[in-house]
């Protein structure tokens, strides 16, 4: 039997007519235009991409915005910045009106006009708008954010998603990121705000000037305060806008043989060597690793596109590269920090997913330890004399007294001091990891994160789990409790911990393993790491089966 083709509803076609009307780029006018033309002639693919593009609207979170850019109200586009920064201005004037706002940007597709629009509207509502001179990473934009005494910093950048994305992320005046209810005041601000067309745009915006970036650069070097400097690293910004500034922040630290990956090392919206630019994924640090054993380096760093993440690799004994996992960096530089710091009962935090190590790292110090919620939000709120936070997924802060984010800029001015010291002592981050494994125990991390293109698919995933979980993983007898907070599912069992949640920035479930195991005698290390990572394996393997698609 011939199916019916879809057909173009009035009232579709005229909520596309008003946008393309009140839509402020011709750019995006004409290409609305063009796919309200081909779904009137009948394309079915052109009528699926209107209905989506026009029957939602990019829901503005904790995150902020992130989407792809497109027009049309379901992507990132001038129009909707324009409003969004509109609602952001409604909502900041009954709090803060007329400070002054940061604003920021990367060099994704976009980031440029949709910077210069959120700076415009900004002026227009009486606000005292200064722009960062550049594309820069998204730890300056909250530095300046701190040091400008504003009210609130906006940065463009769709962090390490897709390259056809680009997103829109607000701090508030404490210099992190919003957290609830402000997101849902701000939502409905933006419900509230007139079409594009009839938002007040202004003129006067100023630049936040080369001092905040001195000031910033001068800040992150003084967190080497080792003496040793004879360290060779490998760098690549994955394209992103990491390349010169953290160069930059090594050269003042007193790092100078730094090398980038050549063919990443430029920004280029188009991310044309790595299929997803996140240093989480597979193959993304692959050109790093291959210039660090050509120049026989002895650290290797990648940086996500804003610099906000920071993934570090290391030459292991037996002579082969590999990355080291966000937990390993994270408790190393934690060590190594409660080690040096003079803050009086010092606080580090990390978050549920994330390894427990950091907990016999810090009682070990004598310092307090939390655990939060997943996001430099909620991490930055931990509590005070908060010296150190760390999540799994390569976001690090060592500088919370300057920077109240994530910031793979000063992280890796730190890892370097690490390495350094380590080096000068004959020791390499391997054998550190090997030293807290000795004294705390065994912790071995992974994570299972599948990409679903069907949004609705991830929801059938997680209702399954919850209605049928596993009653065994890994050949290890487990139970399942519910995380209210996290909206996560919690399975445990005997040196056996699962986390499933969905993903906020991705089209993703993402499940975070752990095994741990106690500490064992010098001589049984290898054998006892090897015993935890196959129970990792087969950890794995099962929670991969359970998070498929049916």
Request: charged fraction near 25%.
């Amino acid at each position: 039997m011939q199916q019916t083709p879809p057909r173009l509803t009035p009232g579709l076609r005229d909520t596309a007519y008003r946008w393309i009307a009140d839509d402020l780029d011709d750019e995006t006018r004409a290409e609305l235009q063009n796919l309200l033309a081909r779904a009137m002639a009948g394309d079915p693919e052109a009528l699926s991409d209107l209905d989506d593009r026009m029957t939602g609207t990019l829901t503005f979170g904790t995150a902020g915005l992130r989407g792809p850019v497109r027009a049309g109200p379901n992507g990132m586009n001038t129009a909707v910045v324009v409003r969004t920064t509109a609602g952001l201005a409604a909502w900041l004037a009954t709090t803060r009106p007329g400070g002054t706002v940061v604003v920021g940007r990367d060099a994704r597709h976009g980031s440029e006009r949709f910077a210069s629009a959120t700076a415009a509207v900004l002026d227009g509502a009486g606000f005292d708008v200064r722009v960062l001179p550049a594309p820069l990473p998204t730890p300056v934009l909250a530095y300046a954010t701190l040091r400008l005494g504003a009210c609130a910093g906006v940065q463009i950048t769709a962090s390490h998603n897709p390259p056809a994305d680009n997103g829109y992320k607000v701090f508030d005046h404490t210099g992190i990121q919003i957290v609830p209810p402000a997101d849902t005041e701000i939502e409905r601000e933006i419900a509230a705000a007139p079409a594009a067309r009839a938002v007040p745009r202004g003129a006067g915006a100023r630049s936040a000037g080369d001092d905040v970036l001195d000031g910033y650069l001068d800040r992150v070097a003084s967190l080497a305060t080792g003496p040793a400097r004879d360290l060779r690293i490998a760098v690549t910004p994955l394209h992103g806008v990491g390349g010169t500034v953290v160069v930059e922040a090594l050269r003042r630290a007193g790092f100078t043989d730094v090398h980038l990956v050549p063919t990443q090392s430029e920004p280029d919206p188009g991310f044309p060597t790595v299929a997803f630019p996140n240093p989480e994924e597979p193959g993304a640090t692959d050109r790093l690793l291959a210039l660090a054993d050509e120049i026989d380096a002895d650290l290797a760093v990648a940086l996500d596109p804003d610099a906000d993440r920071c993934a570090v690799g290391a030459r292991a004994a037996d002579g082969r590269w590999r990355m080291l996992t966000g937990d390993e960096v994270g408790v190393v530089l934690a060590d190594h920090l409660l080690s040096r710091t003079e803050v009086e009962d010092p606080l580090v935090a990390t978050t549920i997913v994330s390894s427990s190590m950091l907990d016999r790292v810090a009682t070990a110090h004598g310092a307090r330890h939390a655990r939060t919620l997943t996001g430099f939000k909620w991490l930055m709120r931990a509590g005070d004399r908060l010296v150190y936070a760390y999540e799994e997924a390569l976001g690090i802060c060592v500088n919370p007294d300057f920077v109240k984010d994530k910031d793979g800029i000063a992280a890796t001015v730190f890892a370097a001091d690490v390495a350094a010291t380590a080096k000068s002592e004959g020791r390499t981050l391997h054998a550190l990891l090997d030293e807290l494994a000795l004294r705390h125990g065994i912790s071995v991390t992974g994570q299972v994160a599948p990409r679903f293109t069907d949004l609705a698919e991830r929801e059938v995933v997680m209702r399954r789990l919850r209605s049928q979980p596993p009653a065994v993983l890994a050949g290890v007898a487990v139970s399942a409790e519910e995380l209210p907070e996290a909206d996560a599912l919690l399975l445990s069992g005997e040196g056996v911990r699962v986390i499933v949640r969905l993903s906020g920035t991705e089209p993703k479930v993402k499940a975070y393993l752990e095994v741990t195991a106690a500490a064992p005698e010098p001589d049984d290390l290898a054998r006892a790491r090897d015993a935890a990572r196959a129970t990792l394996t087969a950890l794995h393997e099962d929670v991969t089966s359970l998070l498929a698609a049916r």
